[in-house]
């Protein structure tokens, strides 16, 4: 498995990602792809929505979605975290969606190793303190949350 | 063996009765048979002299004329006149001059010499077992110088009477009183040998019942007298007891009562915790606000840092000092987030202890109340014990003097009954002096 590098210092061969934890799994998402880290505030439901799809919450004036990692990962939830919930929010052209993790862990610089997937949208993976952390596709991410969110609007 | 035991002692108790009664009797008898004859004797004799100076009187102025004249004949014809009488032994008429006018005797011996001597006045004599008589004989005549009849002696009668009469007298009054006295002997003796069976036999029984009785009575005098005695040192080893729990009682009294001031303080000194525990908590809640308040603030910095690192990480190489110092002032918010959660954490044992403290301090106050009132209630127990026990060491003050007083009665009564017990011993050792008691009575004499 692939070490990261401490401090989150992209050097050759790494890349600087944000680790989040979703139920009981660490997964990491590419930094250039976060717009933006907040406190998940006041989620409104939006009625016959998916279950991945939590609802609609203001962020600094902006209406932005909102869509569960663990249910969209598919794992089991995990240990409540000390801190709120967080936002992470990706711009999709040009909206910004966000999706709702227990925890973001900060910014690490993760070596890569895309030889093994099989995990759901994933497209690398590595080791952050012994631990195994999936690199998550973001458009991948974006796309499936998206369509299952229209065929349930539908 | 028994009815032969008893026969003997009756036949002794008979004898020694009927030697009481026959001793005042003998002694009776012996009374009569020597004062009797001599009483007789004395009359008899007296007897003999009265009539020996009648009859020799009478005899004088018999013979007087006789004398006087000097005629024989008739001098002998008194003579014979005056012997007639028994007692009269002899009769001798003596002239003035001396010489024998007349005489007369039944026993001529028998008259002395110095019988026959004129006397001027009546005069006895009593010799060789016979009464002298001698008297003057007097004839009345005329005066020369005077009419009036004179008295002149012309002679001296001598009659001698015998003085058997009195010895028989007294011989008869003797035989007569020893008769007498025999008959009185005997039939004293008969009456107080019927009698004395009819008292020996209920006395020998009345005797052995009253000694068994008066041993009876001491034996249980003296039981009673050692009963009595324990029974004092029972009431003595109680009093005792008592007055050792009346000390008890006034320090468990004493101890209640600082128990109790205690207790009081006790109680409000958890009172005193409860609040100053409530106040704590109190701050201890603003402690937590405070705590969350940094809490707040250290997850905004860390999102802060957060963003600043993806924003540094965007800046590529220009970012990448940013990059740093995110990451560094994010580890300061989480680390100052992982501090006030210890501190959430302590805080929170804080409070869960000093709840525990006050539900402590609550059930301690609530049992200084019960053990305050437990407290008032023993001490309310204990003064009554007090009370009860002082009446009782007064009830058994009270006992002791009745016991004492008891005991001196119980002491009269075995002294009493030492002395009934002396009495029957001696009443049966004088109905049966070889009983067993009246040797013990003996034996503890001679002891």
Known sequence: MVEASVEGVETEGTTNVVVLRAGDSLVAVDALDVVEIVLRGHVTRVPYSPEHFLGLCVVAGRLIPVFSLRVLLGVEPGPPAVTLPRLVIFKDDEHDIAFSCEEARGVVALKVDDTLLGRPFERGSGMIEDKAVSLLDTDALLREAMVHTYEGER | ???????????????????????????????????????????????????????????????????????????????????????????????????????????????????????????????????????????????????????????????????????????????????????????????????????????????????????????????????????????????????????????????????????????????????????????????????????????????????????????????????????????LAENVTASVESIQRVLQEVRSASMDAVTASLGGTESSAQTTQSVRDIAGVTEQQRLHTIEVSRNMEDMTELLNQAMIDIKYTTKSARALSGVADGLSRLINPTSQSARRVDRQREA
């Open chain 2, 1 to 331: 063996m028994a009815d032969m035991g008893s026969t003997i002692r009756s036949f002794r108790l008979r004898t020694r009765v009927l030697a009481a009664v026959g001793f005042p009797i003998a002694a009776f008898a012996a009374f009569f048979a020597i004062y009797f004859p001599t009483v007789l004797e004395e009359a008899a004799k007296e007897a003999l002299w009265e009539r020996a100076a009648a009859l020799t009187k009478v005899g004088a102025n018999l013979v007087a004329p006789a004398v006087d004249t000097k005629d024989e004949g008739r001098i002998q014809v008194a003579l014979q006149t005056l012997t007639e009488d028994a007692d009269v032994r002899y009769v001798t008429v003596l002239e003035e001059s001396g010489s024998v006018a007349g005489s007369l005797t039944k026993d001529e011996q028998l008259v002395s010499s110095e019988i026959r001597e004129k006397v001027e006045s009546f005069a006895t004599r009593v010799e060789n077992g016979m009464l002298h008589v001698r008297v003057p004989v007097l004839v009345a005549r005329t005066g020369a110088t005077s009419s009036a009849p004179v008295n002149v002696q012309v002679g001296t009668l001598v009659i001698g009477f015998t003085v058997d009469g009195i010895a028989e007298v007294r011989q008869n009054a003797a035989d007569t009183a020893m008769m007498v006295t025999l008959i009185i002997f005997l039939f004293g003796g008969l009456l107080a040998w019927m009698f004395s069976g009819n008292i020996a036999r209920p006395l020998l029984s009345t005797s052995g019942r009253l000694n068994t009785v008066a041993q009876d009575l001491v034996d249980a005098a003296k039981a009673r007298e050692i009963a009595a005695s324990r029974e004092a040192e029972a009431v003595e080893q109680t009093r005792r007891t008592m007055d050792v729990l009346l000390t008890s009682a006034e320090q468990i009294s004493e101890s209640a009562s600082d128990v109790l001031l205690n207790a009081e303080r006790t109680q409000a000194g958890n009172m005193e915790i409860a609040k100053r525990i409530d106040d704590l908590n109190h701050h201890a809640e603003k402690v937590a606000e405070i705590l969350a308040s940094i809490m707040q603030v250290a997850d905004r910095a860390d999102l802060l840092a957060l963003n600043a690192a993806v924003e540094g990480t965007k800046a590529g190489k220009a970012g990448r000092g940013f990059l740093m110092v995110a990451n560094e002032m994010r580890r």
